[in-house]
C-alpha cells in the first residue's frame, strides 16, 4: 500500500521529538541528575509509547517500516559517536547491551505481522515497557536478595514486581479490551505472567527486549482461544516444572 502524505508528517516528527527526547535524557545523564538506569528506562518507557501509538497513527505498513529504518540509523549514529556521551543513555561502560536494537527490531516484528490486532501488537510492548522497567529499577534500589541465573545476577525483589506487574497489566488488558470470560483471563494472564518472568531472569545482553514481545505474541496466537481445562493443564504442568528445578537445584547446593 502506498504511504500517505500524512504519515510523512508522522515520520518527520516522531523522528523530531524523539532526538529532542533523547537530548534531554543526555543532558541529565551528564549532568548526573538522574541516575544512569533510571535514564535508560525511562528512554525504554518513551520508546515503548511511541510505539504502542503506531496502530493508531499509521495505516500503511511501510510506513512504520520506513520509521523503524530511521530509528535503526539513528542508533547507529549514536552508537559509533566519539566522546560526547550519547552512547551512554543506550548503556554503560560495565554494561554493554543491545537492547536498544532489540527493542527497535521487535516493534517491527510486531507491525508486520500484528499490527491490524491491537491486542496482539500492544500487549507484547507494554508488558516489555513497563514491566521490564520497573522490575530492573526495583532490583537495583530495593534488591536484597540476589540469585544467579546461569546468565548474570538478578534481584528476587525484580523478579516478583515483574510477575506482579505483567499479571495485572494482562488482566486489566483482557477486561477491558477482550471478550475472554474472566477465569481464562485469570489463567492466561498466570501463564504469560509466570512464563515472562523466567524469560526475563534468564535473558542476557538485552535480550529480554526481543524474546519477551515474542514469547507474549506466540503464546497469544496459540493460546487465547484455548478453553479453561487446556489452560489449567498448561499452567499445573509450568508449576511442576518450576518446582521440579526449583528442589534440583537446593540439592545441587
Not at 508522522?10 to 534531554?24: G, K, P, R, S, T
Not at 549532568?31 to 535514564?39: G, P, R, V
Not at 549514529?77 to 550519547?86: E, F, H, P, S
Not at 494482562?170 to 470470560?181: A, Q, R
Request: glycine share 4%; with cysteine; proline share 2%.
Amino acid at each position: 500500500m502506498k504511504i500517505m502524505p500524512y504519515e510523512i508528517f508522522l515520520i518527520m516528527a516522531i523522528i523530531v521529538m524523539f532526538l529532542v527526547f533523547f537530548f534531554i535524557l543526555n543532558k541529565l545523564e551528564k549532568a548526573k541528575k538522574f541516575d544512569s538506569e533510571l535514564n535508560r528506562k525511562i528512554l525504554h518507557i518513551g520508546t515503548g509509547i511511541c510505539g504502542v501509538s503506531l496502530p493508531f497513527l499509521f495505516k500503511t505498513k511501510i510506513s512504520v517500516i520506513i520509521l523503524v529504518l530511521c530509528f535503526f540509523a539513528i542508533i547507529a549514529i549514536v552508537r559509533n559517536l566519539k566522546n560526547t556521551g550519547a552512547k551512554d543513555v543506550l548503556e554503560t561502560k560495565s554494561r554493554k547491551t543491545w537492547g536498544d536494537v532489540y527493542f527497535v527490531s521487535t516493534l517491527a516484528f510486531l507491525w508486520i505481522f500484528s499490527s491490524d490486532d491491537k491486542i496482539m501488537y500492544c500487549l507484547p510492548i507494554v508488558i516489555l515497557m513497563f514491566s521490564d522497567a520497573f522490575a530492573a529499577l526495583i532490583g537495583k534500589f530495593y534488591g536484597k536478595y540476589k540469585y544467579d541465573t546461569g546468565f548474570g545476577t538478578k534481584s528476587l525483589e525484580g523478579s516478583i514486581i515483574f510477575f506482579l506487574s505483567t499479571y495485572i497489566l494482562c488482566s486489566n488488558f483482557f477486561l477491558l479490551f477482550s471478550d475472554i470470560k474472566n477465569m481464562n483471563i485469570v489463567l492466561i494472564s498466570l501463564l504469560i505472567s509466570t512464563l515472562t518472568m523466567i524469560i526475563e531472569a534468564i535473558s542476557w545482553n538485552g535480550l529480554d527486549n526481543f524474546f519477551i514481545p515474542l514469547y507474549v505474541y506466540l503464546f497469544l496466537r496459540l493460546n487465547l482461544q484455548k478453553d479453561t481445562v487446556d489452560l489449567v493443564n498448561r499452567l499445573i504442568l509450568i508449576l511442576g516444572l518450576l518446582t521440579i528445578v526449583y528442589l534440583n537445584r537446593k540439592k545441587l547446593h
